[in-house]
């Protein structure tokens, strides 16, 4: 499914959430962004498409927007938790803690 792996991550601001559309099928992962801080609240991939890197892509996609606009990132999500927990890059400017 060559389509899956070039599958390009929209950023949809007036939705707050960054996403993937495969034929009609949406893999979202939303936000809210309040104080500076970006949270990554939710991430969800239709069933058919499981498995195939959409999650990883979206996680990616927005840690990269908060890298890039320095912003801190508070992860919600469980996806996206375990994400930065493989991927050290990213936890100097992550947290799970919403205080």
């Known amino acids: 499914m060559a389509e899956l792996e070039n599958a390009a991550v929209i950023h949809n601001a007036p939705k707050r959430r960054f996403e993937i559309d495969i034929d009609g099928q949406l893999s979202v992962l939303e936000y809210t962004f309040k104080n500076h801080r970006l ?39 469980p996806f996206v938790q375990e994400y930065v927990a493989n991927h050290p890059e990213y936890q100097s400017f992550v947290t799970t803690s919403v205080a």
Not at 47 to 76: F, S
């Open 39 to 77: 949270f990554l609240t939710h991430t969800e991939v239709p069933p058919a498409l499981e498995r195939h890197g959409l999650g990883t892509k979206l996680a990616h996609a927005a840690l990269e927007y908060a890298r890039q606009n320095d912003v801190t990132v508070v992860a919600i999500c």
